[in-house]
């Protein structure tokens, strides 16, 4: 398994625009697809986007157009450009490292702690 570490959550406002930072420990890294998931509060945890191993990259249609999901592996760190945000992306974001790309939380063996994210109207 691989250590995560998220970083750059915050407060914004609404168009505003985050980059969330996922940091990895470990030197299989290249060999992990990555995943981003969210969750507001109440609800459950949702798949946002992810990445595989070679850089292919999936999103939930709700972020489509305004999240970029990429990786640089020479960095052991995969990142989440938000752009154009909503008051409804408000939610704790979540990094994940799994064998094989994926869109479900089971697929998913390794977490880090979080990052909080919110967008004022």
């Known amino acids: 398994q691989v250590q995560l570490v998220e970083s750059g959550g915050g407060l914004v406002q609404a168009g505003g625009s985050l980059r969330l930072s996922c940091a990895a420990s470990?030197?299989?890294?290249?060999?992990?697809?990555m995943g981003w998931f969210r969750q507001a509060p109440g609800k459950e945890r949702d798949f946002v986007a992810a990445i595989s191993w070679s850089g292919d990259t999936y999103y939930v249609d709700s972020v489509k157009g305004r999240f970029t999901i990429s990786r640089d592996n020479a960095k052991n760190t995969v990142y989440l450009q938000m752009n154009s945000l909503k008051p409804e992306d408000t939610a704790v974001y979540f990094c994940?490292?799994?064998?094989?790309?994926?869109?479900?939380?089971?697929?998913?063996?390794?977490w880090g702690q979080g990052t909080q994210v919110t967008v004022s109207s």
């Open positions: 994940a490292a799994a064998p094989r790309v994926g869109r479900g939380l089971y697929e998913y063996h390794s």
């Open positions: 470990g030197r299989t890294f290249s060999s992990y697809a």
